[in-house]
Nanobody, 123 residues
Framework: EVQLVESGGGMVQPGGSLRLSCVASGFTFSGYDMSWLRQAPGKGREWVSGINTVGGNTYYADSVNGRFTISRDNANNTLYLQMNDLKPEDTALYYC????????????????WGRGTQVTVSA
């Protein structure tokens, strides 16, 4: 059974940092591109960042470019998202998903999603 389990969310003040993790199981993690996506309250899902199988190519939405860094550890089946200089507009439920490393919005092409981890940025 394919499983994606996110963790690392929380509440942080503007300008703060968080590191999200996504542990994958039930499939050969190193063989798949992966992405982070998010859904803010009252809005649709939005693609945030993606990475190819070996981690050599990374992609970012304009809204997070320069502040977020995606990475992966294929030996430990884990996907990461380092988020720095967080802003209130980054408040959302963050998901990892198996699929294309880049996507238009609304996102498509992802066959498995985690349940998400909540990130709240507030003073």
């Amino acid at each position: 059974e394919v499983q994606l389990v996110e963790s690392g969310g929380g509440m942080v003040q503007p300008g703060g940092s968080l590191r999200l993790s996504c542990v994958a199981s039930g499939f050969t993690f190193s063989g798949y591109d992966m992405s982070w996506l998010r859904q803010a309250p009252g809005k649709g899902r939005e693609w945030v960042s993606g990475i190819n199988t070996v981690g050599g190519n990374t992609y970012y939405a304009d809204s997070v470019n320069g502040r977020f860094t995606i990475s992966r550890d294929n030996a430990n089946n884990t996907l990461y998202l380092q988020m720095n200089d967080l802003k209130p507009e980054d408040t959302a439920l963050y998901y990892c998903a198996r699929g294309p490393p880049i996507s238009p919005n609304p996102p498509y092409g992802y066959d498995y999603w985690g349940r998400g981890t909540q990130v709240t940025v507030s003073a």
